[in-house]
């Protein structure tokens, strides 16, 4: 059985997204079978649909599943693995520009705020999201504007994630110009092997 990559994008993503398009041919490549789902309402995250979509679309997951986050896309992967029933694994995730803490720059739009309010303050347990996988890497940008370096403290503490910090990545966008990762594709490659 092949081993099986759940790329989760961001607030307002899609599947053919800056680096998503790159990153899923690369592993496709290596013969890994690669989802990029569409989550629902991307403009307007919500916690539960979107925990909810990824369960619809793993269906089964084993030490076989892999997973790279976005962003919120991050969190999503976090809370999904926190539903999981006491001792099921997956293989490992990658989490790029990933936040627990703190969000920088939201502005004033209301939608936003509380979006942002809703990922920052609902319950969850990283704890229990550990004991779902062995291995993790979380990959940062020293000038990110929207997710400030705090927020490596819960990778490298309860979740234990190898951390790296880029430079001059902001925060690994299509839109500023990220259409290839590879710090990400590698840091996957040493979680599969």
Known sequence: M?????????????????W??????????RSF???????????????????????????????????????????AIARYLETLPAGKKVGGVVFVAGFFKVLSNIGDNETMKSVAKEWLEAPLSLE???????????????????????NQEEYR?????KVIIEKNMGHFSGTTGTFELPVCLDALLEIAV
């Open 128 to 150: 229990k999201v550990h004991t779902h996988f062995d291995k993790s890497t979380a990959i940062f940008s020293d000038d990110d504007p929207y997710v400030p370096l705090d």
């Open 20 to 29: 998503f398009p790159w990153l899923k041919k690369e592993l496709e490549d």
């Open 157 to 161: 503490g309860v979740l234990r994630s």
């Open 33 to 75: 079978d690669v989802f990029v789902p569409q989550l629902p309402e991307p403009d307007e995250p919500r916690v539960h649909t979107w925990v909810s979509a990824i369960n619809e679309t793993v269906c089964v997951p084993d030490e076989r599943t892999y997973f790279v986050g976005h962003s919120i896309g991050c969190q």
């Open 2 to 18: 092949r081993k099986r990559v759940f790329i989760i994008h961001g607030l307002g993503g899609y599947p053919e997204e800056g």
